[in-house]
C-alpha cells in the first residue's frame, strides 16, 4: 500500500509547469483510431489514464510506442478486434470514448459500461441517443454496451442536458457520417475544442468547437499521418492556483492558458488572492486570509466542478462563513468528511454544503475518495499544522503526474511511502 505522507506549514514558492490535459488526452486517443495511419501526440500527460487507454487500444491492434515521457506515437495501421477489453473499460469513464471512435471506423464496438470515480449517478443516455439519431442500434446488458451501424447519416442532434462526454462521442462518430450533423446545446469545454482541432488537423471538418452550437460535415476518409500537441491542463492550472492561495504562497505557473481559468481568476481576486496572467504564464499569490464566498460549479465557462474540491480547502479556512452549490454531481462532497477529521467544520448535505472557516487544519490520516478529491486532502495536508497521511493514491495518479514531486520543488515537505 502506498501513502502520501506531508509535514504542512511551508507557504509554496516558485516555478510550477503545467502537464497536458487529462480530459483532452483521454479523448484524442481514442479518436486517433479514425486515423488509418500514424498519429504522433505531444504534451501527453503520463498519467494512469491515459496508460489505460493505451493499453486498450494496444488490444484492439493499435502499436503504441512511447518516445519520450510524454510523447505517443500510434500506429492504427492494423486494428482487428471491435470487442473492447470489458476488465479495461470498466476501470474508467472515458472509455466510452472507444464507441464514437469505433462507431466510425468499424460500424460496430463492444465495451464494458464505463467506471472511473464514483461521484454518482453518470448516465450515458445522451450518447446512445447522439449514437441512434445517426443510424446506430444500441444494446445494454450483462454490464457491457454493444453499438452497431450499417451506415452513418448525418442529423440534427439536441442535447437535453450539457454534456462533455456526449458531445465528444458523438463528434466522434460523425466524421464520417454522410451530410451534416448537427449538435445544439453542446458542452462548450476547452478540451472538446482541443479534440475538434486534432480531427480537424486530421481533415475533418468542424466548425463551432466551443460554442453550443457545432456542425460536422462528414468527410470519406482522414490524412494517414498527423502531429499534434496536447492542450495544458485547466484543472492542474487550478488545482496549484488554490494551493498557492491556500498556503498564502506564490507561484509562477507555466505552459497554461490564462483565458481558460477565468472563472476560477475571478473568484480568486474576489477572496482576496492576487493573479497576473501574461502570455502562457499565470502568477498567483497571497499573504492573507481568504475571505467567505458563495459559489455554484456551471459547465464552462462557469466554475468548474473538478476544481470545487480544491477551492472547498481554501474555503475551510476563509474568514466567515461560505456556500458551495454543487450543480454538477450529487456525490462531490465526499470530501467534506475527510477535511473534518483535519479540523474543518463543513455541513454537506446534497448538492450544497456550508463551509464555516475556521483558524487552521490540523494533520491527520485521510482517504482519497476521488481524483479531485485526492488534490484536495494534498493541498490541505500542505497547509495543516503537523503530519498528514493520504491513502488510496490510485485516484490522485489517475490525473495528475508525480504530484509529490512537483509540490516538493515549490517547498512542500511531502513524500509518497509504501507500507
Known sequence: MEKLVITGGTPLKGEISIIGAKNSAIAIIPATLLCNGICTLHNVPNIIDVKLSCEILEQLGSKITWIDTNSLLIDNRNINKTHAPLDLTSKFRASYYLIGAMLSRCKEIEVGLPGGCN???????????????????????????????????????YMDIVSVGATINVLLSSIFAEGTTTIDNAAKEPHIVDV????????????????????????????????????P????????????????????????????????????IEIGGNVEAYGDVIHVWSSNRPQKTVIKTLPYPGFPTDLQPQMGVVLSIA????????????????????????????????????????????????????????????????????????YNLKHIDRGYENIETKFSKLGAQIKRIVE
Not at 204 to 213: E, H, S
Not at 244 to 264: Q, R, Y
Not at 342 to 348: N, P, S, V
Request: hydrophobic residues 45%; neutral net charge; charged residues 20%.
Open 119 to 157: 461521484l454518482g449517478a453518470r448516465p450515458i443516455d445522451q450518447h446512445i441517443k447522439g449514437f441512434e439519431a445517426l443510424g446506430a442500434v444500441a444494446n445494454l446488458s450483462q454490464g457491457k454496451i454493444n453499438v452497431k451501424a450499417d451506415k452513418l447519416v448525418g442529423t440534427n442532434i
Open 196 to 231: 475538434a482541432n486534432f480531427l480537424n488537423s486530421l481533415g475533418a471538418d468542424i466548425r463551432g468547437a466551443g460554442t453550443d452550437l457545432i456542425k460536422i460535415n462528414g468527410v470519406k476518409a482522414l490524412k494517414e499521418n498527423v502531429t499534434y500537441s496536447i492542450v
Open 233 to 268: 491542463d485547466q484543472i492542474e492550472t487550478g488545482t496549484f492556483m488554490l494551493a498557492a492561495i491556500a498556503s498564502k504562497g506564490d507561484l509562477t505557473i507555466k505552459n497554461c492558458i490564462p483565458e481558460h481559468m477565468d472563472s476560477l481568476t475571478s473568484k480568486i
Open 319 to 390: 474568514d466567515g462563513t461560505s456556500i458551495i452549490n454543487e450543480s454538477i454531481w450529487e456525490s462531490r462532497f465526499q470530501y467534506t468528511a475527510e477535511l473534518n477529521k483535519m479540523g474543518a467544520r463543513i455541513t454537506a448535505q446534497g448538492k450544497s454544503a456550508i463551509f464555516e472557516g475556521v483558524s487552521h487544519l490540523t494533520g491527520a490520516p485521510v482517504y482519497a475518495t476521488d481524483l479531485r478529491a485526492g488534490a484536495a486532502l494534498v493541498i490541505a495536508g500542505i497547509i495543516a499544522n503537523g503530519t498528514t497521511e493520504i
